[in-house]
């Protein structure tokens, strides 16, 4: 999952995503990435530590494992694994893309479910990272210079992929308000050039309880709008639903 523009919400819905997977009657195992290096929320929506070290991300992957890999994990009171490094650009410029690669991989068969929350610059590791996912949702408010953004940024994964990724394009902070100014889902769709794949409703109140509780919005503010937004999100990318407004995409490595 990747945002458009700063603040279109990308973070709060991936941990959302991620709460409502491990909530299920299955129980199942999920892990949130947090990639962004820089500017990365996860831990601080959640209010925990992260545990990921930039520093063994800059080492051969040969050296990364499972037993590591647990040592980097914060687990979540509310059932969800997180990996996260706290925010630095000191170590930037030589995080190892295998390296990166091979957490994934690790995570991948240690999780049912491994959610990634992608910064929105480019990085060494986004085309492996996208090719190698389910998945790749693309977050955009509902304001026109968002929606630019929102084309370049599917564009920039359908062209770092080599036309394998195909992402999924998700307007976030749907107002009530049927009349006014704001942008409609078909004029976002003429904007961005293609199909949008699913609407989440503006629920300012639950985002802010979550935030400031370190909770997914589920459980600040049980049935609302929002939540209730992203469960169907999770019901269309089931395998064998069909999503109404784009294509199912083919599965891939889970991630």
């Known amino acids: 999952m990747t945002p458009s523009v700063g603040g279109a919400g990308a973070t709060l819905v991936a941990v959302e995503i991620a709460y409502q997977l491990s909530q299920r009657e299955e129980r199942n195992k999920v892990c949130l990435v947090d990639l962004d290096f820089f500017d990365g929320a996860c831990a601080s929506y959640l209010n925990c530590p992260a545990n990921l070290s930039q520093s063994a991300l800059t080492q051969s992957a040969d050296r990364i494992d499972e037993a590591l890999l647990q040592a980097f994990i914060t687990h979540h009171k509310n059932g ?11 170590l ?9 690669l091979k957490v994934l991989d690790i995570a991948c068969r240690l999780y049912d479910y ?22 790749n949702i693309v977050m955009s408010e509902l ?7 929102a084309r370049n940024r599917a564009e920039e994964l359908e062209d ?3 036309g394998i990724a ?47 509780f370190g909770q997914s919005v589920s ?12 469960t169907r999100i999770i019901e269309l990318l089931e395998p064998g639903e069909e999503a109404a407004l784009s294509p199912p995409i083919p599965s891939r490595k889970r991630s």
């Open 143 to 149: 304001t026109v210079p968002a929606l630019h953004a």
């Open 80 to 90: 969800i694994d997180l990996l996260a490094a706290p925010r630095s650009n000191r």
């Open 219 to 230: 459980q600040a503010k049980p049935g609302n709008r929002l939540a209730k937004d992203v």
């Open 114 to 135: 491994v959610i990634v929350d992608l910064p929105r610059w480019p990085s060494p590791w986004m085309s492996s990272v996208v090719t190698g996912a389910d998945e």
């Open 92 to 100: 930037w410029n030589a995080i190892k893309p295998e390296a990166i």
């Open 160 to 162: 770092v992929s080599e």
């Open 166 to 212: 195909q992402p999924r394009i998700i307007l976030n902070r749907m107002s009530k308000k049927l009349f006014g100014n704001t942008v409609t889902v078909s004029q976002a769709e003429e904007a961005i050039g293609r199909p949008v794949f699913a609407t989440i409703s503006s629920e300012w109140e639950a985002a802010l309880a979550a935030v400031n």
